[in-house]
């Protein structure tokens, strides 16, 4: 049974930076080279929306409002997914989820982990 388990989510004021992990637990190695990995996030009253996403050797994709301040980067080796955020705002206050979609287009979601920048 494959499941993404996040962490590093948290408080931290403006300016601030923050490293989520999500582990894709369960999954053999040859499977997640295969693997695109997300991050989306979801404020209250809000959609979910992409926030970066990286396949195996390819280039990363970040949405507009965090481009040059979040970096996505994976670890085949851990089989695991990171999002680099830094020069946090008010803004970027949400649950952030991990997600996977492999070669057969299977697409699995982390539980969320929440990221709120106050102060």
């Known amino acids: 049974q494959v499941q993404l388990v996040e962490s590093g989510g948290g408080l931290v004021q403006p300016g601030g930076s923050l490293r989520l992990s999500c582990k894709a637990s369960g999954m053999i190695t040859s499977v997640f080279w295969g693997t695109t990995m997300a991050w989306y996030r979801q404020a209250p009253g809000n959609q979910r929306e992409l926030v970066a996403e990286l396949a195996h050797g390819g280039t990363p994709n970040y949405a507009e409002s965090v481009r040059g301040r979040f970096t996505i980067s994976r670890d085949a080796s851990r089989k695991t997914a990171y999002l680099q955020m830094n020069n946090l705002k008010p803004e970027d206050t949400a649950v952030y989820y991990c997600?996977?979609?492999?070669?057969?287009?299977?697409?699995?979601w982390g539980q969320g982990t929440q990221v709120t920048v106050s102060g």
């Open positions: 997600q996977s979609t492999d070669a057969s287009r299977s697409t699995r």
